[in-house]
């Protein structure tokens, strides 16, 4: 009797160590993958807002000792800089917004029937292997025939963008509108809605979580994409290539200002967009 | 019968992987509450959704009375469906779940503010009408669906298994008030279940189904008391009917199970075989005139509070292990050797073949 509670005892202990030590190796990992994202951060905004001959210091320097805004003052006197971001911008919001509802109604038809799903699948998959850039130079001349290559406005490049994100929206808004169970939908045909009512009304209010990811998603893959904007925007230029213009000249502080400027309008959106898209992850069980 | 609110002729609906409905031929009355039962698979649930128009049917006719048909725009208008998990809209509040209906019809505010509030009153829905259907429970989550399904005054609500979800200690409230509701109401209700006891208790008419087919079309006492075929009696009530096999004498004194000699008048003109059925609590332990008899021996005793459920084997019989189960007060043990008595006159005959009531 002494004995087999002694044995529960021992066998609970050695329980709650094994959780602790779970919990520890948790917390250990938790924080080595913080810091593996936040270093590159730290050290790209304390490039930006200390001198080079800190940044090339040796032994290095890891706190900053000089603040200076020279950086960032440099690269605001670029007269390009305005043009570009606001081009960004543009090419960002309007093509994750393209590609958001193109890859919603997608989505849906994957969703919702058969062959919707098989011929989606094939044509999200099939773009997606295709390497892209391997397409960039017949696209660079169609564009350039339909006239709208290296346009100010860079609306070929945001056609491109589109093209790009339609696959990432379709494949992150499938999943929201196949939880959606066909009983809804069914009870508000009863009801009296139309078809169109009933994806205006009911799927896309359940499935906004999904929408503001993908949204963000689209946008984030754009601000990002490099190589079509370097080969479809030669003169107007977006960031990305700007920002590669400053790294092979060798001026790292201003090119390290011009990163955490670009940083700053992902990190708004995912801000802003943080609520829906926390709802999203926690909401999916829609029944 | 009262006047019928819907009818439908030889109606069919055939799926690729089995299952469906086949010349189904139904008149729903005006104001009644009509169960659905069979066990999974013999096409209620079809034959609901091809009502509610979810479905379009191979052949065969659905007809509101007034003659509007299942693909009219107006048929929509005239039913109404709770499903099974309810299908409330969950970024709606409940409010907004009972006036969508209404929203959708462009009723003026005003109008739906009373609406709502009157449906949600009489389907007893007591909360706050700007809560969501997540914070509910399961009790109150139907009663919205109701009162949603209420709400633009249909002729007829369908219902899908809808206590299902719910669990049991709450399904016997929510039935009373269920029924309770369709009386206030008027309305004409259509149930799918799979529940015998709960069909028996809601139920004005039951079809009992099976097969893609109604079996059996009547009051739940006509059911239980004269059930048509041999699935039937076996399907309603609980225990379920003992069913035994037995070989009509040649002197057509009596029949025989296994050797068994039961003084057991066979139904006229039958020779051959006879099932015999036999409820439960038909079977008791006090010897009467004129009754038959049964040696058994007990093998197992389910104690339910007033009565006991006991499971035992014929004795003398030439088979081993032909079961029979009653339904008695007394106390019992396994093991015992006892006999039970039954009335001849509330014995079911069923023919051997078709299972059809003789």
Not at chain 1, 243 to 259: K, Q
Not at chain 2, 260 to 271: D, T, Y
């Amino acid at each position: 009797m002494g004995a087999a509670a002694n044995g529960a005892g021992m066998s609970a202990l050695t329980q709650r160590r094994t959780r602790a030590a779970l919990e520890a190796a948790r917390w250990i990992l938790s924080a080595l993958a913080i810091i593996a994202a936040l270093v590159p951060l730290y050290l790209l905004v304390k490039q930006s807002i200390t001198p080079e001959l800190e940044t090339f210091a040796w032994p290095p320097k890891w706190y900053p000792h000089h603040l200076t805004p020279a950086h960032f003052e440099t690269i605001f006197a670029v007269g390009e800089l305005r043009g570009a971001l606001i081009r960004s911008i543009g090419v960002g919001v309007g093509s994750a917004a393209a590609a958001t509802i193109l890859g919603a109604m997608l989505a849906y038809a994957m969703a919702r029937g058969p062959s919707g799903r098989k011929i989606g699948f094939a044509a999200v998959s099939g773009t997606r292997l295709l390497p892209m850039i391997s397409v960039a130079i017949p696209l660079g001349i169609a564009l350039a025939m339909l006239d709208l290559y290296d346009q100010p406005s860079a609306i070929g490049l945001a056609i491109v963008h589109c093209a790009i994100a339609v696959p990432t929206a379709a494949l992150t808004l499938y999943a929201a509108f196949a939880a959606i169970a066909p009983e809804i939908e069914e009870a508000a045909w009863l009801d009296g809605a139309s078809p169109l009512r009933i994806f205006l009304s009911v799927d896309l209010p359940m499935a906004r979580g999904a929408i503001a990811a993908a949204f963000v998603l689209c946008f984030i893959l754009s601000w990002d994409e490099f190589g079509f904007a370097l080969l479809l925007q030669q003169t107007n230029r977006t960031l990305p290539p700007l920002l590669y213009y400053y790294t092979t000249f060798g001026n790292v502080g201003p090119a390290s200002a011009l990163a955490v400027l670009m940083m700053i309008p992902a990190v708004i959106v995912v801000i802003a967009l943080g609520p829906v898209l926390r709802g999203s992850t926690l909401a999916t069980g829609t029944r | 019968m009262a006047s019928k609110v819907l009818s439908i002729e030889k109606l069919t609906r055939r799926f690729p992987s089995g299952g469906g409905v086949s010349e189904i031929s139904l008149e729903v009355a005006r104001g009644e509450f009509l169960v659905l039962l069979g066990p999974s698979g013999c096409g209620k649930s079809t034959l609901l959704r091809l009502i509610a128009g979810l479905d379009r049917p191979d052949g065969g006719t659905i007809e509101m009375d007034g003659g509007a048909s299942v693909t009219d725009p107006v048929y929509r208008d005239r039913v109404a469906m709770v499903f099974q998990n309810f299908a409330l809209y969950p970024h709606m509040s409940v409010f907004q779940n009972i006036a969508f209906p209404l929203k959708l019809r462009k009723v003026p505010r005003s109008e739906i503010g009373r609406r709502v509030a009157e449906s949600a009153r009489k389907a007893g829905l007591n909360l706050d009408l700007s809560r969501y259907p997540r914070e509910l429970s399961g009790g109150e989550r139907q009663r919205v669906a109701l009162a949603r399904a209420l709400v633009r005054e249909p002729d007829i609500i369908l219902m899908d298994e809808a206590l299902g979800s719910l669990d049991e200690q709450l399904r016997a409230g929510v039935r009373r008030e269920l029924k309770e509701f369709q009386r206030r109401t008027e309305r004409t209700f259509i149930y799918v279940s799979h529940d015998q006891l709960e069909a028996l208790s809601l139920a004005d008419r039951m079809a009992v189904m099976r097969e893609g087919q109604i079996q059996q079309l009547g009051t739940p006492k006509e059911i239980y008391d004269h059930p048509a075929s041999s699935f039937v009696g076996r399907f309603v009530g609980e225990p379920s009917m003992n069913l035994l096999r037995a070989e009509v004498d040649r002197d057509r004194l009596g029949v025989s199970i296994a050797g068994v000699r039961l003084a057991l008048k066979p139904p006229e003109n039958l020779s051959g075989a006879v099932i015999i059925g036999i409820r439960p609590r038909d079977l008791t332990l006090k010897p009467c005139e004129g009754w038959c008899a049964i040696d058994v021996e007990v093998e197992s005793v389910e104690y339910t509070g007033a009565t006991s459920v006991v499971r035992a084997s014929m004795a003398g019989s030439e088979m081993t292990g032909i079961e029979v189960v009653a339904q008695v007060a007394e106390r019992i043990a396994p093991g015992e050797n006892r006999r039970f008595y039954f009335d001849p006159a509330r014995v079911h005959n069923f023919e051997p073949e078709t299972g059809k009531r003789i």
